[in-house]
């Protein structure tokens, strides 16, 4: 059965840092494009990164360039994001998707992914 587990999510200050972590089971992420969304209280569900697993390569959107990182461990099937000096802004549930994808780049849509974790909640406050 595939399944994506994200971890790592709760209160966090202002200008400070955490870690999520989306682990893989049912299937090896190697070959896979792994992204991170985000949906806020009501607002649309966004892609803010991606990863390739195979190739490495990576993208951001502009609004966590700089300050968010997206990285893979595939020996421990799991994507991480760091997240440093996140904002108030960034607080929302967060998940991570998983798709099957032959390119080099890694899609940052929502209907490329095929697979979805339930989501961690994150919330910046001081």
């Known amino acids: 059965q595939v399944q994506l587990v994200e971890s790592g999510g709760g209160l966090v200050q202002p200008g400070g840092s955490l870690r999520l972590s989306c682990a893989a089971s049912?299937?090896?992420?190697?070959?896979?494009?792994i992204g991170w969304f985000r949906q806020a209280p009501g607002r649309e569900r966004e892609g803010l990164t991606c990863?390739?697993?195979?190739?490495?390569?990576?993208r951001f959107v502009d609004s966590v360039m700089g300050r968010f990182t997206i990285s893979r461990d595939n020996a421990k099937n799991t994507v991480d994001l760091q997240m440093n000096r996140p904002q108030p802004e960034d607080t929302a549930v967060y998940y991570c998707?998983?798709?099957?994808?032959?390119?080099?780049?890694?899609?940052?849509?929502?209907?490329?992914?095929?697979?979805w974790g339930q989501g961690t909640q994150v919330t910046v406050s001081s």
């Open positions: 049912g299937f090896t992420l190697d070959g896979y494009s």
């Open positions: 998707a998983a798709v099957k994808y032959p390119e080099f780049l890694c899609p940052l849509l929502l209907d490329e992914y095929d697979y």
């Open positions: 990863i390739n697993t195979r190739t490495g390569s990576s």
